[in-house]
C-alpha cells in the first residue's frame, strides 16, 4: 500500500556552528607567537628567556600551558591567574576555567569566574558556568541567583555548544543528583523547577519532567519555557496530540511569545497540520517581519500547497535578506521543478555552489536528470557531491537519493546496495531504515523489510510510520494478524485522526472477519484521505458485508475522482458480478 509507506521530506534547517572549545585560546597563542612546545624541554621558565614579542600576559599563559602539559596543575593555574590579572581577554578566562574544571579544581574556576563575572556581570555564559560550577560545589545558594538570570535569559540550560563544553559534559553527567537537591532545598522556586523538568527530560524520566514543568507555571505562569519543555516531554512519551492542544493553548495565552510559537508552528509542521502550522508561522512574522527562517518556512509551505506564487514572493524575499542567496536559488529552484520548467530549475540549483544546501541542490539537478532520462548524468552529479560531503546528514540524503535514481530505473539490486553499504556507515539513520525497508518490499524481501522496521520502533518504539507500515503489511499479505493489529493499534494512540492509520485499522479488522468495525475504520479513513486505495478498501468491505449499492456508489465516486487507478479498475469488475 504505496501511500502508507512515504516517509515526509524533513526540513532541514541549519544548525548553528559550536564556539571555539576554549582550551584553543593557547594554541592560538602560540601559533600567533610561532611558537612550539617543543622549544621548551624543561620547566625553568622565567621572564627573562621570553621573546620580547610576547606579551607578559602571553608568556604567563604559555607556561601555564607547558605547566599543565606536564600534569603540573597548581602551578600552571597559578600562571593562569597572572595571565588574567594582565589580560581582560575573555578567551583566556574560558580556556582557565575549563582547564580548572577538567581537573576537578573547581573552587579555583569559581574564582576565575568571580573575576570574570566583575567585568562582565550579564555575560549568559558565564552565568550558566557559574551556576554549574557552584552546582558542583554544592553550594546551592550562590548557584541559584545565575540561575535565575539564565532562565529569564530564557537560554536552554545544560545543552552541548557551551564555550566551556568541558564545564557542560561534567554538570550533564551530574546533573540530575543536583537537580534533585536544588529542588529540595528551593521548592518555591519556579526556575528551580525547570531546571528539573529539564534534567528529567534529558535522562530520559519524562513525566517527573511533565509534573516539574507543571509545578514552574504554578509558582510562575509566564515561564513559557515550561510550555516548550512540557510538550517536549510529552512528544517522548508518544502523547503527540496533547503535546500539540498543549502548545496551542500555551500560544493563546501567550500570543507575543515569539519561541512558543515557532515551537507550536514546527510541531504541527511536523505533525503533517500544515493549515495550523502556517497560521501560526503567519503569527510569528507579525512579531518579526524579516525573519528569514519564518518566510523560508512559509514559502515552504506556500509550495507544498501548491500556491507557486507565494512561494516564489517568499523565496525572492528571502535572497533581499540574506547575503549569497543561496537558499533563495535553491527553493526557487524547487518551484521552478513544481512547476516543470526544469531548465530555469537547473539554472537555479547550479547558482548553490556552497553552504548547508549544496548536496540538496545536487539532489535536485540529478532528480531532474532522472526525469529526462539521463540516468547516468544523475548518478555522476551524486557522486561529485558524495566527495565533497563530510556531513553524515549529508551523506545519508545523497545515498538515499542515489538509490532513488536506482530505484526509478529499475536497477533495485543495485539501489538495495547503496542502501546497505550507506547503513554500514550509519547503522541508525532511520530514514536510511525506513527507505531501505520500502525498496526490499517492493522486491518482495520481506525479510529485510520487517528487520528494518522492527529496528526502527525498538530504537523509537513511538515512530508510528513504522508501527503502521509493520501493521499493514502483515495484514495485507493475511498473516500474523494479531500481531499485526496490535502494531496498527500502538499506531493508532500516537495518531488517532491518522486517515492513513484508519486505514489500517479498518483493513486488519477486514481481515480478521470483523466487517462492522472495519466498515467504521474505513468510512473515518476515506473522510480524512483521498486516496483511491483506501476508498477501494472500503468499497471491498461494503461489498462483502452486503451493502452492495453503497459499495457501487463509492466505487463511481473513486473512479471520478481516480479513473486511471489499476486498483479500483480490477474493483470495476464487481459490477458484472449478479445481485445477490
Not at 537547473?346 to 540538496?360: C, D, N, P, R, S
Not at 486516496?531 to 461489498?543: D, I, K, Q, S, T
Amino acid at each position: 500500500m504505496k501511500h502508507l509507506m512515504k516517509q515526509p521530506l524533513k526540513q532541514r534547517l541549519p544548525k548553528p556552528t559550536p564556539p571555539p572549545r576554549g582550551a584553543g585560546a593557547a594554541a592560538l597563542c602560540l601559533l600567533a607567537a610561532g611558537c612550539s612546545l617543543s622549544q621548551y624541554p624543561a620547566l625553568d621558565i622565567r621572564p627573562d628567556r621570553a621573546t620580547r614579542e610576547l606579551s607578559a600576559g602571553v608568556y604567563q599563559f604559555l607556561a601555564g600551558d607547558i605547566l599543565l602539559r606536564n600534569r603540573q596543575i597548581e602551578e600552571a593555574l597559578k600562571h593562569y591567574g597572572e595571565a588574567l590579572k594582565l589580560s581582560g581577554d575573555p578567551r583566556l578566562f574560558r580556556a582557565a576555567i575549563a582547564i580548572a574544571v577538567q581537573h576537578n579544581h573547581y573552587d579555583k574556576a569559581a574564582a576565575l569566574a568571580e573575576r570574570w563575572r566583575r567585568a562582565e556581570p550579564d555575560n549568559l555564559q558565564l552565568n550558566q558556568a557559574l551556576f554549574l560550577i557552584y552546582l558542583k560545589l554544592g553550594r546551592y545558594r550562590d548557584a541559584l541567583p545565575h540561575l535565575e538570570f539564565s532562565i529569564r535569559r530564557d537560554q536552554q540550560l545544560l545543552a552541548p555548544g557551551y564555550s566551556i563544553p568541558l564545564l557542560g559534559r561534567v554538570a550533564v553527567e551530574s546533573s540530575l543528583r543536583h537537580a534533585d537537591e536544588l529542588r529540595q532545598r528551593f521548592p518555591r522556586s519556579a526556575p528551580v523547577h525547570l531546571l528539573h523538568a529539564l534534567v528529567a527530560y534529558h535522562h530520559g524520566r519524562n513525566e517527573d519532567g511533565i509534573v516539574s514543568a507543571e509545578r514552574a507555571l504554578e509558582l510562575d505562569p509566564a515561564m513559557t519555557r515550561a510550555w516548550r519543555l512540557k510538550a517536549d516531554a510529552l512528544f517522548a512519551l508518544g502523547r503527540i496530540d496533547e503535546a500539540l492542544a498543549l502548545l496551542r493553548r500555551g500560544v493563546q495565552l501567550h500570543p507575543d511569545d515569539r519561541p512558543l510559537l515557532l515551537k507550536a508552528a514546527a510541531a504541527h509542521w511536523k505533525e503533517e497540520q500544515t493549515r495550523v502550522a502556517y497560521d501560526l508561522y503567519q503569527k510569528a512574522r507579525l512579531l518579526a517581519p524579516d525573519d528569514p527562517d519564518v518566510i523560508r518556512a512559509l514559502g515552504v509551505l506556500d509550495l507544498q500547497q501548491g500556491r507557486h506564487d507565494d512561494a516564489r514572493g517568499m523565496f525572492r524575499r528571502l535572497g533581499e535578506l540574506e547575503a549569497g542567496r543561496s537558499r533563495s536559488a535553491y527553493y526557487l529552484g524547487r518551484v521552478a521543478e513544481a512547476e516543470d520548467d526544469l531548465d530555469k530549475a537547473l539554472e537555479y540549483y547550479a547558482a548553490v555552489t556552497a553552504g548547508i544546501l549544496y548536496h540538496e541542490a545536487r539532489i535536485g539537478e540529478a532528480r531532474i536528470w532522472q526525469r529526462r532520462g539521463r540516468t547516468d548524468t544523475a548518478l555522476a552529479q551524486l557522486a561529485g557531491a558524495r566527495e565533497r560531503a563530510a556531513h553524515p546528514h549529508a551523506l545519508i540524503a545523497l545515498a538515499i537519493a542515489e538509490a532513488g535514481t536506482l530505484e526509478a530505473a529499475q536497477r533495485k539490486a543495485e539501489a538495495l546496495e547503496v542502501y546497505t553499504q550507506a547503513l554500514a556507515a550509519h547503522p541508525h539513520s532511520q530514514d536510511l531504515l525506513y527507505s531501505r525497508a520500502m525498496l526490499a518490499l517492493s522486491m518482495d524481501r520481506f525479510d529485510v523489510f520487517e528487520g528494518d522496521m522492527k529496528n526502527i520502533i525498538e530504537r523509537d518504539p513511538v515512530h508510528w510510520r513504522a508501527l503502521n507500515a509493520l501493521g499493514y503489511v502483515l495484514a495485507d499479505r493475511n498473516i500474523r494478524l494479531h500481531e499485526a493489529r496490535e502494531y496498527i493499534r500502538r499506531a493508532h494512540r500516537l495518531k488517532p485522526d491518522s486517515g492513513i492509520v484508519l486505514d489500517s485499522m479498518g483493513w486488519v479488522e477486514f481481515r480478521l472477519n470483523n466487517l462492522a468495525a472495519a466498515r467504521d475504520f474505513l468510512q473515518r479513513a476515506a473522510r480524512r484521505e483521498r486516496h483511491p486505495e483506501v476508498m477501494g478498501h472500503l468499497v471491498e468491505v461494503l461489498w462483502l458485508g452486503e451493502e452492495r449499492e453503497r459499495a457501487l456508489r463509492v466505487l463511481d465516486e473513486a473512479l471520478r475522482e481516480f479513473p486511471d487507478d489499476e486498483y479500483l479498475g480490477r474493483l470495476r469488475e464487481l459490477k458484472k458480478e449478479p445481485a445477490p
